[in-house]
T-cell receptor, first 112, second 114 residues
Framework: SQQGEEDPQALSIQEGENATMNCSYK?????LQWYRQNSGRGLVHLIL?????REKHSGRLRVTLDTSKKSSSLLITASRAADTASYFC????????????FGKGTLLTVNP | DADVTQTPRNRITKTGKRIMLECSQT?????MYWYRQDPGLGLRLIYY???????NKGEISDGYSVSRQAQAKFSLSLESAIPNQTALYFC?????????????FGPGTRLTVL
């Protein structure tokens, strides 16, 4: 069963605009990760935020985490056509039995 | 060369056939995973292996089996393929030491079962 659920399922914006995607999850986590998938290709890790962190930046990416609400958001600033992809959040419960649980993803389309 | 490779990249097979998907990695990671991706369902874990002697079922292991031939190789088999196993299959790896750790994905195998 999916742990993370992304919202919205699809998002279409113009180049230069900001894109925000949200992820909600159900159980406690050790960390939450965001991945990008270009059409039909393998997922690529973007950023990881630990449960004791509230915000993290990497280039044009900004991730927030609110453990009290069990939610995270991914902000992509100044979007480019090359950012067109599906974005997935993945939760890691921690412990020795490490495995990620992925959400269903948000399809982002950035129009030139 | 890619760190995580999958063969074949595309495969069309018939119902009832046995098929093997192979994954190799040069990252030196102990942990390897097999996922399937269906439209609108995200990624679901089929099997995972934390070392050559440690193999575990994921959430959707029925109809699949795996073999960890070496640290670098992890194969997924469909003993008798059925049409609802048509999907995109991904292999991934991650480190063992330290925490937390990201996963590194292969390019995927698109499998069609007729």
């Amino acid at each position: 069963s999916q742990q993370g659920e992304e919202d919205p399922q699809a998002l279409s914006i113009q180049e230069g605009e900001n894109a925000t995607m949200n992820c909600s999850y159900k159980t406690s986590i050790n960390n939450l990760q965001w991945y990008r998938q270009n059409s039909g290709r393998g997922l690529v890790h973007l950023i990881l935020i630990r449960s004791n962190e509230r915000e993290k930046h990497s280039g044009r990416l900004r991730v927030t985490l609110d453990t009290s609400k069990k939610s995270s958001s991914l902000l992509i600033t100044a979007s480019r056509a090359a950012d067109t992809a599906s974005y997935f959040c993945a939760t890691d419960p921690g412990g020795s039995n490490y495995k990620l649980t992925f959400g269903k993803g948000t399809l982002l389309t950035v129009n030139p | 060369d890619a760190d995580v490779t999958q063969t074949p990249r595309n495969r069309i097979t018939k119902t009832g056939k046995r098929i093997m998907l192979e994954c190799s990695q040069t990252k030196g990671h102990d942990r390897m995973y097999w996922y399937r991706q269906d439209p609108g369902l995200g990624l679901r874990l089929i099997y995972y292996s934390f070392d050559v002697k440690d193999i575990n079922k994921g959430e959707i292991s029925d109809g699949y089996s795996v073999s960890r031939q070496a640290q670098a190789k992890f194969s997924l088999s469909l003993e008798s393929a059925i049409p609802n196993q048509t999907a995109l299959y991904f292999c991934a790896t991650s480190e063992t030491s330290g925490s937390p750790y990201e996963q590194f994905f292969g390019p995927g195998t698109r499998l069609t079962v007729l």
